[in-house]
């Protein structure tokens, strides 16, 4: 499969722990996004990579969340002291960003339960 | 980005076309209009894009109004598989970051 993958595919966690997810994006794709998706709502942008560089972050961003992307391939989401509210779906997606039309493809997420 | 409406459900019988709108009457020149879906559970798949023309692939075809305030997706021969949450999102092609902002979608039910 040459697709976006994540990992883990679900994560339950008590409050307070800390949690990291990774995302493998598509060969070659330069750019790597991260959403959140809570129950009955569509995706929402959390910030994104172009190669190794974190260009943008959302203010749903707070500073308990770090990403990173070191080598410009894999990249990883952290969650520090976690809370209820970060219960959700965590979205990777990965472009090839080439001046052209952009689109993105987004892997299966990981389903965060804080307990 | 240009704010877009879709209905919030539609049904479609089992083999004919479901034609699916969108209203983005506030496009600007350089915004694409993108479609994706949601299965259940799954993270959102790409379907298609268009900036004017009208577009077709394998999964379906896009007609996009002359004026580009509006779009309408088409899925040719619906399936019980194409059940999912289909989502219509306008976004520039610039060099900045190009997120997605997806609004509430429409709930497309295929039934037999």
């Known amino acids: 499969d040459t697709g976006v993958s994540q990992d883990p595919r679900h994560k339950i966690t008590k409050r307070g722990q800390n949690v990291t997810f990774r995302c493998d994006p598509i060969?070659?794709?330069?750019?790597l996004y991260w959403y959140r998706q809570t129950l009955g709502q569509g995706p929402e942008f959390l910030t994104y990579?172009?190669?190794?560089?974190?260009?943008?972050k959302s203010r749903l961003l707070s500073d308990r969340f770090s990403a990173e992307r070191p080598k410009g391939s894999f990249s990883t989401l952290e969650i520090q002291r976690t809370e209820q509210g970060d219960s959700a779906m965590y979205l990777c997606?990965?472009?090839?960003?080439?001046?052209?039309?952009?689109?993105?493809?987004f892997g299966p997420g990981t389903r965060l339960l804080v307990l | 980005d240009a704010k877009t409406t879709q209905p919030p459900s539609m049904d479609c019988a089992e083999g004919r076309a479901a034609n699916l709108p969108c209203n983005h009457s506030?496009?600007?020149?350089?915004?694409?209009v993108y479609w994706y879906r949601q299965i259940h559970s799954q993270g959102p798949q790409y379907i298609i894009h268009?900036?004017?023309n009208n577009e077709t692939n394998e999964m379906a075809s896009l007609i996009i109004t002359e004026d580009r305030k509006s779009s309408t997706l088409i899925l040719p021969h619906a399936t019980l598989r194409d059940t999912a949450v289909y989502y219509c999102?306008?976004?520039?092609?610039?060099?900045?970051?190009?997120?997605?902002?997806f609004g509430g979608g429409t709930r497309l039910m295929v039934k037999p």
């Open positions: 997606a990965s472009s090839l960003f080439a001046g052209a039309a952009e689109t993105q493809y």
């Open positions: 060969s070659e794709h330069n750019r």
């Open positions: 990579f172009q190669n190794e560089a974190q260009l943008e």
């Open positions: 506030t496009i600007s020149g350089n915004e694409y």
């Open positions: 268009g900036l004017k």
């Open positions: 999102i306008v976004r520039p092609n610039n060099n900045a970051g190009n997120m997605l902002t």
